[in-house]
């Protein structure tokens, strides 16, 4: 645990935001196909998505919104939206939630390659 800690403390803001759509972009996609395979394991569906949750908040953090301005607001609000779906998804189980936004993510996280 100590090598991951170092290891995201010493990335640059750039490589950490591409970090944080990585596991965005990751935790969708598994939760997309868990719900697809096997739509009655409630607390697997959980766990995915709330670590792609983890990643939206965690992604709105490293917002810098002094800097950032208008562009800093709009992806923040872009990131909430996801998060939304994300918890829309987890409590109704409706995989077309996150199907709906996972393109944006992917889009997102080129964005930052």
Not at 51 to 64: L, T
Request: aromatic share 8%; with cysteine.
């Amino acid at each position: 645990m100590k090598y991951l800690e170092a290891s995201i403390s010493t990335l640059s803001k750039e490589d950490l935001m591409v970090k944080i759509f990585d596991a965005i972009v990751l935790f969708t996609r598994k939760a997309i196909d868990r719900m697809k395979t096997d739509p009655n394991d409630i607390q697997g569906r959980h766990n995915l998505l709330r670590q792609a949750q983890k990643a939206c908040g965690a992604a709105i953090d490293a917002i810098d919104f002094e800097a950032g301005g208008d562009l800093a607001k709009s992806n923040a609000g872009l990131y909430q939206f996801w998060y939304r779906e994300l918890v829309q998804a987890n409590m109704t189980g409706d995989v077309a939630r996150a199907e709906g936004v996972l393109p944006q993510m992917e889009m997102i996280r080129e964005a930052w390659a």
